[in-house]
């Protein structure tokens, strides 16, 4: 079992930054591959970035690619999304998300995931 506690959302600007963290507990964090995922009122799921287990393979969706950056830090069982140039469409509550899994297809996939964070709120005002 490993258990995700999301942090960092809040109300910002147009053109704003955020930093989110993933904090993670249970099993080994580092035998896990890392995802971001968002979800707006009425909408599905959608995929944001993920990391590998060492962080060597990282994967942006189109929409948020040279504005996010996903990074991992092992030692402190942490993952974390900076989010710059942020856009009043980046609203939504923000979900990691733990998996074994390591294609890059799968890791876009909300069903690889095993675990899930509660979420954090990001509200960006225009």
């Known amino acids: 079992q490993v258990q995700l506690v999301e942090s960092g959302g809040g109300l910002v600007q147009a053109g704003g930054s955020l930093r989110l963290s993933c904090a993670a507990s249970g099993r080994t964090f580092s035998d896990y591959s890392m995802g971001w995922f968002r979800q707006a009122p009425g909408k599905e799921r959608d995929f944001v970035a993920a990391?590998?287990?060492?962080?060597?393979?990282?994967y942006y969706a189109d929409s948020v690619k040279g504005r996010f950056t996903i990074s991992r830090d092992n030692a402190k069982n942490t993952v974390y999304l900076q989010m710059n140039s942020l856009k009043p469409e980046d609203t939504a509550v923000y979900y990691c998300?733990?998996?074994?899994?390591?294609?890059?297809?799968?890791?876009?996939?909300?069903?690889?995931?095993?675990?899930w964070g509660q979420g954090t709120q990001v509200t960006v005002s225009s």
């Open positions: 990391i590998s287990w060492g962080g060597s393979n990282i």
């Open positions: 998300a733990a998996t074994h899994n390591f294609n890059r297809g799968l890791l876009a996939v909300v069903g690889s995931y095993d675990y």
